[in-house]
């Protein structure tokens, strides 16, 4: 089992920037993909960003493509999400995922592609 805790939401203005961190502990997540979703009200969770393993490889939601870096210190079991010049457009509640249980990479976008989730952080972005 993973438990996994945001932080580093808030309340920021557009063009601000803003680190979320994502804490992994129990099993250890180091072998395994992990990734940040966002929802908004009314709406399905959607991919943000996704870190393999080694952090070798990153994907982003082209809406964040350039603004948003993904990043993990295996070592601290944490995966971050740099997010800069925000829109109010990424208002949303962020999730952090970890896939626990080896997969073919192809659907690493996909929110069934993890199988533990947190609580989520909201993070607000005013006009």
């Known amino acids: 089992q993973v438990h996994l805790v945001e932080s580093g939401g808030g309340l920021v203005q557009a063009g601000d920037s803003l680190s979320l961190s994502c804490a992994a502990s129990?099993?250890?997540?180091?072998?395994?993909?992990m990734a940040w979703f966002r929802q908004t009200p009314g709406k399905a969770r959607a991919f943000v960003a996704a870190?393999?393993?080694?952090?070798?490889?990153?994907y982003y939601a082209d809406s964040v493509k350039g603004r948003f870096t993904i990043s993990r210190d295996n070592a601290k079991s944490t995966v971050y999400l740099q997010m800069n010049t925000l829109k109010p457009e990424d208002t949303a509640v962020y999730y952090c995922?970890?896939?626990?249980?080896?997969?073919?990479?192809?659907?690493?976008?996909?929110?069934?592609?993890?199988?533990?989730w947190g609580q989520g952080t909201q993070v607000t972005v005013s006009s």
């Open positions: 129990g099993r250890s997540v180091s072998n395994y993909a």
């Open positions: 870190i393999t393993w080694s952090g070798g490889s990153t």
């Open positions: 995922a970890s896939e626990g249980t080896v997969k073919t990479i192809e659907y690493i976008t996909a929110a069934g592609f993890y199988e533990y």
